[in-house]
Each structure stands twice: as structure tokens, then as C-alpha cells.
């Protein structure tokens, strides 16, 4: 599979997350499928809800300068992956930044978090420094599951994941997919 993006004027293409559909993840001799653009994914612009992605998948645009740096971490249908925004000071040696974690359903873009007064949201600030990727840890009984991500000093931040749910017979991490 070819994702090909030809120069954007006027825009910094490094900050994107992409999430693009395999037609064919067991490689069962479909031909191969040609190069997509941005153009054939849909933008996940705000919080989304599962019936607006069309085409072969969705991808998120974040601030100039906020770069993604974390692998991604895939758990009870949701993506996770760290951010990092640079300060722009003269001086790099006093040079900081600032962490954000975004958690979104890995079909569809739809944000996990909520803010204070419960709209979804698709991401966290998450103080700074430089995150670590995503460590889950998972509960007694599938219960109080926890996203662990630690940043440059040494601090470390826990935020609550989503419950396992025994009864869909769904998948827990990718890893698990079989032929």
C-alpha cells in the first residue's frame, strides 16, 4: 500500500496522524491498490462520530509545530499516541514543551475524553516534557484499566482507560488478531 502526498503549499504536512483501512490485512492475492492522497481519507476535524468517516480511513491535523512522537498504542478499540509542542524560545538551552495524549476509537476517530462539562474531546494536555509512548495496565476483572505515560523528569501521568467488555467477544489489543 502507497500513501503518496505531494507538497502542500503553505502547510506543515509533519503533523498528521494517519489511520488507513487494509482492504486485504491477510494478504489473500487482492491487487495491489494504488496510491492514496489525503483527498481519498476524511479529516477528523472535532469530535467525530462513526458515520462520517468515509473512503478508505480518516486522519488528524494538529497544531504547527505539534509533532507526534509516541507509537501508538492500540487497546479496547482505542488508539493512543503522545504529542509534543516545542516552546519557541531563543534559547535552546532552556528550550521545554509540552505533552498531549490523544485517545480516539481506532475505526473512526471518535474522541474518548471528555472535558468538564462531558463534550468529547480527542485529546489531553498532559503537562510538560517529552512523553513516553502509552503503557496500559489493566485492572482487576478488566476493571480500572489505566493509561500510564511518563515525561521528560521523570514524571509520570496516569489516566483512566476505557473498561474491558467480555461480553462483545471483541478483540483487547491487535495483537490478538488471527488467521
Not at 493512543?80 to 480516539?104: E, H, I, Q, R
Amino acid at each position: 500500500m502507497n500513501i503518496g502526498f505531494d507538497g502542500l503549499t503553505g502547510e506543515d504536512e509533519n503533523n498528521r496522524f494517519y489511520n488507513v483501512t487494509d482492504l486485504d490485512p491477510y494478504e489473500q492475492g487482492v491487487a495491489p491498490y494504488g496510491t492514496l492522497t489525503e483527498s481519498d481519507l476524511t479529516e477528523i476535524l472535532g469530535p467525530s462520530s462513526c458515520e462520517n468517516i468515509t473512503g478508505r480511513g480518516f486522519f488528524l491535523k494538529t497544531a504547527d509545530g505539534e509533532k507526534f512522537v509516541t507509537n501508538a498504542e492500540i487497546f479496547q478499540h482505542y488508539v493512543f499516541v503522545g504529542s509534543f509542542t516545542p516552546d519557541t524560545t531563543a534559547d535552546p538551552c532552556t528550550s521545554k514543551g509540552n505533552g498531549t495524549l490523544y485517545a480516539f476509537r481506532v475505526d473512526c476517530g471518535q474522541a474518548l475524553f471528555s472535558d468538564s462539562l462531558g463534550e468529547p474531546i480527542i485529546s489531553i494536555d498532559i503537562g510538560e516534557g517529552m512523553p513516553t509512548d502509552p503503557q496500559i495496565s489493566v485492572g482487576v476483572n478488566g476493571k480500572d484499566n489505566r493509561i500510564y505515560v511518563e515525561k521528560s523528569g521523570a514524571d509520570l501521568e496516569s489516566i483512566a482507560a476505557p473498561p474491558l467488555n467480555f461480553d462483545d467477544g471483541s478483540l483487547i489489543y491487535w495483537r490478538e488478531v488471527t488467521q
